[in-house]
């Protein structure tokens, strides 16, 4: 199966401030995807990042807060920009493998204090 | 959209036992049900899936069932092992062009020696 490197792979910011997570994969994909897992909580898409194309956001995520990259087919970064404590979450990307399934990196737990 | 419900939030059982957890969804043209595993510090680990075209798949000790008429769909650990302590998240999808997964509310369990 795929893997998925992210960075940082945890984070202690100030309020106000931003954070870029990268996220690399091993080989070429179409698709990547990021989502946010809240202190206990589920997790939950914030958007789909194509290569060559704007990232499309999940109901209740906007690019200014959460702008994407996508340069190349295995690369991505996600911003999380203006800090709140509320967004204090884990962060991961994840790929579709097709018959594998999606495989998920590790997270970047940040907190915003 | 999808809604996915899980149950029980926490399970106790002794090594040795089997463990049920059981999800429901909303939209029935959901066609895709993948298990998360999540141990601590990490990302989602893929253990098993099933697609609406069967109604069980096995793989050593865990087994998914999907009853696509009530809309539910369970995850199965026999011959527990304390290893198997995680929390364990199913997800719903949709063939939209890509599977947009989303999940349950996560099952904390836990295998006692």
């Known amino acids: 199966s795929a893997v998925i490197s992210q960075k940082p792979s945890r984070d202690i910011c100030q309020r106000g401030t931003s954070l870029t997570i990268q996220c690399q994969v091993d080989?070429?994909?179409?698709?990547m995807f990021w989502y946010r897992q809240q202190p206990g909580q589920s997790l939950t898409l914030i958007a789909t990042?194509?290569?060559?194309?704007?990232?499309?956001?999940e109901s209740g995520f906007v690019i200014d807060k959460f702008p994407i990259s996508r340069p190349n087919l295995t690369f991505s970064t996600l911003t999380v920009s203006n800090m709140s404590p509320e967004d204090s979450s884990i962060y991961l990307c994840?790929?579709?493998?097709?018959?594998?399934?999606?495989?998920f990196g590790s997270g970047t737990r940040l907190t915003v204090v | 959209g999808e809604n996915v419900e899980q149950h029980p939030s926490t399970l106790s059982v002794q090594e040795g036992d089997s463990a049920v957890i059981k999800c429901t969804y909303s939209?029935?043209?959901?066609?895709?049900f993948p298990w998360y595993k999540q141990e601590l510090g990490k990302g989602p680990q893929l253990i098993i899936d099933?697609?609406?075209?069967?109604g069980e798949k096995k793989d050593q000790r865990i087994a998914v069932t999907l009853n696509k008429t009530a809309k539910h769909f369970s995850l199965h650990i026999t011959e527990t092992q304390p290893e198997d302590s995680a929390v364990y998240f199913c997800?719903?999808?949709?063939?939209?062009?890509?599977?947009?997964?989303?999940f349950g509310t996560g099952t904390r369990l836990l295998v006692s020696p």
């Open positions: 997800a719903a999808s949709i063939d939209t062009g890509f599977q947009k997964l989303v």
């Open positions: 099933i697609r609406s075209n069967v």
């Open positions: 994840s790929v579709d493998r097709g018959s594998y399934g999606y495989t």
């Open positions: 990042a194509n290569q060559g194309s704007e990232a499309t956001y």
């Open positions: 939209d029935s043209a959901s066609n895709y």
């Open positions: 080989s070429q994909v179409t698709m």
